[in-house]
C-alpha cells in the first residue's frame, strides 16, 4: 500500500523559511516522480513542483510563483521528500501535499500540513 | 500562461448522469494531456477518480468515467449520489509542469 506522510509544516513570520518532508513507502521511491500541491484556505488545487527519478538526474520544475523561492529534493536512502521554502510570502499560506504520480500526473496523495506564514 | 477551465458549480439530481468538463483558454485538450480528476469534500486530501484520461485509479467506483470529447476532458458520473456531492478538479500534464482546474462544486440536489 502506497503512503505519504507529510511533516514539518507550522507558524512562520514572512521572510522566513521551512523545510517540509514526505515519507514514502509501499512503492520504488527511486522510480517515481514525486509533485508537492498546495491549496490556500478555500482556494483550489495548485501544483507547485515535481522531482524526477534518479534515472532522469532528479530534474526538478516549479510553478512560477515559487520558482527561485522554493527547492525540491529527494533522499533515495531514507525514502523522503523534501520541500525547503525560503522567503516565504502570505500568500504561501496552504495545505501542502505530496504526491507521487503514474503518466505525469498525481495519483497517490499524503495527508497534508499546514503551512501558515503570518507576523 | 496556460488556464485551465472547469465549471464553477454545477447540479445534478439523484439518479441522474453529470458531465464535468476540463478545457484549455487556449487549445484543445487531448490525451497528450494525461487529465486526471480529482474528488474533494471539505476538510479532506484530493481523492484520484481517473489518471491518464480514463483509467480509473484504485477502488473507484465504475459510476466514474474519463474521455476526451471535442476539445475537452470530460468527467462523467452515472447515478449520482449523495455523497457524489464534492469539489471535483481535474489537471493536465505539461512539459513544463502541471495545471489544474479551478475545480467544479457538484450539487446533488
Known amino acids: 500500500e502506497v503512503q505519504l506522510v507529510e511533516s514539518g509544516g507550522g507558524l512562520v513570520k514572512p521572510g522566513g523559511s521551512l523545510r517540509l518532508s514526505c515519507a514514502a513507502s509501499g512503492f520504488t521511491f527511486t522510480d517515481a516522480w514525486l509533485s508537492w500541491v498546495r491549496q490556500a484556505p478555500g482556494k483550489g488545487l495548485e501544483w507547485v513542483g515535481r522531482?524526477?527519478?534518479?534515472?532522469?538526474?532528479?530534474?526538478?520544475d516549479y510553478a512560477a510563483p515559487v520558482r527561485g523561492r522554493f527547492t525540491m529534493s529527494r533522499d533515495g536512502s531514507e525514502n523522503t521528500l523534501y520541500l525547503q521554502m525560503n522567503s516565504l510570502r502570505t500568500e504561501d499560506t496552504a495545505v501542502y501535499y505530496c504526491?507521487?504520480?503514474?503518466?505525469?500526473?498525481?495519483?497517490?496523495w499524503g495527508q497534508g500540513t499546514l503551512v501558515t506564514v503570518s507576523s | 500562461q496556460t488556464v485551465v477551465t472547469q465549471e464553477p458549480s454545477f447540479s445534478v439530481s439523484p439518479g441522474g448522469t453529470v458531465t464535468l468538463t476540463c478545457g484549455l483558454r487556449s487549445g484543445s485538450v487531448s490525451s497528450s494531456y494525461n487529465p486526471s480528476w480529482y474528488q474533494q469534500t471539505p476538510g479532506q486530501a484530493p481523492r484520484t477518480l481517473i489518471y491518464n484520461t480514463n483509467t480509473r485509479s484504485s477502488g473507484v467506483p465504475d459510476r466514474f468515467s474519463g474521455s476526451i470529447l471535442g476539445n475537452k476532458a470530460v468527467l462523467t458520473i452515472t447515478g449520482a449520489q449523495a455523497d457524489d456531492e464534492s469539489d471535483y478538479y481535474c489537471v493536465l500534464y505539461m512539459v513544463s509542469g502541471l495545471v489544474f482546474g479551478g475545480g467544479t462544486k457538484l450539487t446533488v440536489l
Open positions: 522531482i524526477k527519478r534518479k534515472i532522469e538526474g532528479e530534474t526538478t
Open positions: 504526491t507521487t504520480s503514474l503518466y505525469g500526473t498525481p495519483v497517490y
